[in-house]
């Protein structure tokens, strides 16, 4: 009787080795950008197994080459977010696309347009009849900037350029769009400081960057999911901006290792301003009013045609109303 009653005992024991946990939920996060220090938290919260706490198995994407962040994410299937520009979510979703905002990692937008100050160049002013290399979206944000200053982007020559500052430093061009965190901090390591950037949030372009979004479908049928998801990216951040340099060793170790250390760990400081602005934690809540002002300015420079319904996108579980 006494080993009749052990063997159940037996049994459970002997299949306690098993784990009987439920399998990680599986999720999609496109970026919009090539792997490296802006998406830093993200490359921690996965390192420091963040996500596998969360019950979560995160692959995440680098950005394909047509930039489609939106589509990709609509396409993927199954449980997908993504990172996107605020203008690009606000022009996607006034078009119909079912997506919903549930966080920004950045606070701030880091686009702006760089210059060597031996030019001397040194006001926004001074660009005026000036060749300022463009991407193929900037003539709108550039105008914006030039309304807001007093100017019309006839007052400049834009011609299209890529992401190469050699085309600045030969005389090319005598400034140039860039993101501060990325090309500028190339510039200013290249020509050892003889750098300036006037900043597009100086002139009237306010707005969050590094927007994190997902499906309509998600937010409705999996809020603890994207829950889990946030709470394991803001881990992920703090870890990040609170050891920098060994976050750049992951990055360079694992992400991308043709990178610049140099390059990547100044980036990551100029980051840690925009996550982390003005003391906030990462992922702090969003203004509502900020993206309303975007959009108005949006609308006025052309970056988008119409208006799209705030309190949608913002979807109030993850984005409430400040009383």
């Not at 969003?286 to 300015?297: G, L, P, T």
């Not at 705030?310 to 109030?316: A, I």
Request: charged residues 20%; negative net charge; glycine residues 8%.
């Amino acid at each position: 009787m006494t080993k009749l009653r052990q063997l159940p005992v037996s049994i459970a024991f002997l299949f306690s080795g098993f784990s009987l946990a439920a399998a990680p939920v599986k999720v999609t996060l496109q970026l919009d950008w090539i792997f490296n220090a802006q998406f830093a938290g993200l490359y921690q919260a996965e390192q420091q197994g963040y996500f596998t706490e969360a019950g979560l198995e995160v692959t995440l994407v680098p950005v394909d080459p047509e930039q489609k962040t939106v589509p990709s994410v609509l396409a993927a299937g199954g449980l997908a977010f993504g990172s996107a520009e605020s203008n690009v979510l606000l022009n996607a979703h006034a078009h119909g696309a079912p997506i919903r905002i549930v966080a920004t990692m950045f606070q701030d937008s880091p686009i702006g347009w760089m210059y060597l100050e031996s030019s001397g160049i040194q006001t926004f002013g001074d660009l005026a009849g000036k060749r300022i290399g463009i991407h193929p979206d900037g003539e709108k944000v550039l105008g914006l900037a030039a309304s807001h200053a007093g100017f019309e982007t006839a007052d400049f020559v834009l011609p299209h350029v890529g992401y190469d500052i050699s085309i600045l430093i030969d005389g090319g061009v005598d400034a140039m769009q860039c993101y501060a965190i990325d090309e500028f901090v190339k510039l200013e390591l290249a020509t050892d400081g003889d750098a300036g950037v006037f900043m597009a949030r100086d002139y009237g372009y306010s707005a969050y960057s590094q927007v994190v979004f997902t499906t309509a479908e998600t937010v409705e049928n999996h809020p603890g999911v994207v829950r889990k998801f946030l709470e394991a990216m803001r881990r992920g951040w703090t870890y990040a901006l609170e050891n920098k340099e060994d976050t750049v060793s992951l990055i360079l170790d694992k992400y991308n290792p043709s990178l610049d250390r140099d390059y990547q760990l100044a980036s990551l400081r100029m980051i840690d301003e925009l996550v982390r602005k003005d003391g906030q934690p990462p992922l702090a809540p969003i203004d509502r009013e900020v993206f309303r002002k975007s959009m108005q300015a949006y609308r006025e420079s052309g970056l988008i045609d119409q208006p799209t319904d705030l309190g949608e996108l913002l979807d109030p579980r993850f984005n409430p109303p400040v009383e």
